[in-house]
């Protein structure tokens, strides 16, 4: 199967940019995801991009895409500590019907 | 209604226990699933409905045995679970089960389980 990695920890400050990082193997994904999950909840679908796409501007989120690299990246402008969370990066499993989530970053913004 | 509703929060049982977990949507979503995660790790899929019948079953163990009663409800019922299996339960559902909707995923806030 597809390893998808990410850093496990993130620390900004309040008013900061926050960038979340994610590498992948599968070079034939059509669709790349970023969920969110704060404490004791389940996940919440932030943003996707499809894989003809560069960029996608969402508002306060920014993903990037390199697909030579196979890098995707999430932004978020003026970081809230509202944004406390774990973030997923997730990619379609090729040829079967399911995503497959990244090891998560926790992302920690202090006031 | 965007919501995915799961009960209960919280579940204790003992590992000679039967239970049940329930989920509920009612989006009109065709595809539901059912994942587990382990603290600091990343949701596992164990099973996908789609149209109420069973499309993937990940190789989970049959004292996990879900059932799909019609479009809006998803249980997994459990016995004689390990303690190995206390996790958070997570249901989601999508649009369809295949092409760029099946993974926008709502889920349901989770239940807690742990097993004596």
């Known amino acids: 199967g597809e390893d998808v990695e990410q850093s496990l920890f993130l620390s900004v400050r309040e008013g900061d940019s926050s960038v979340i990082n994610c590498t992948y193997t599968d070079s034939s994904s059509t669709y790349l995801y970023w969920y969110k999950q704060e404490p004791g909840a389940g996940l919440q679908l932030l943003t996707y991009?499809?894989?003809?796409?560069d960029m996608k501007q969402d508002q306060r989120l920014t993903v990037l895409l390199n697909k030579k690299d196979k890098h995707l990246s999430l932004r978020i402008a003026d970081t809230q500590t509202g944004d406390s969370a774990i973030y997923f990066c997730a990619e379609k499993d090729t040829g079967f019907q399911k995503l497959v989530f990244g090891t998560g970053t926790r992302l920690l913004v202090s006031p | 209604d965007t919501e995915v509703t799961q009960t209960p929060k919280h579940l204790v049982m003992g590992m000679t226990n039967k239970k049940s977990l329930k989920c509920e949507q009612h989006?009109?979503?065709?595809?539901m699933y059912w994942y587990k995660q382990k603290a600091k790790k990343p949701p596992e899929l164990m099973f996908v409905y789609s149209y109420e019948k069973l499309s993937i079953n990940e190789s989970v163990p049959s004292r996990f045995s879900p059932e799909c009663p019609n479009s809006s409800l998803l249980n997994l019922h459990l016995h004689a679970l390990q303690p190995e299996d206390s996790a958070l339960y997570l249901c989601?559902?999508?649009?369809?089960?295949?092409?760029?909707?099946?993974?926008?995923?709502?889920f349901g806030p989770g239940t807690r389980l742990t097993v004596t």
């Open positions: 991009i499809f894989s003809n796409m």
């Open positions: 989006m009109g979503h065709r595809a």
């Open positions: 989601a559902s999508s649009q369809e089960s295949e092409g760029v909707l099946a993974y926008e995923q709502y």
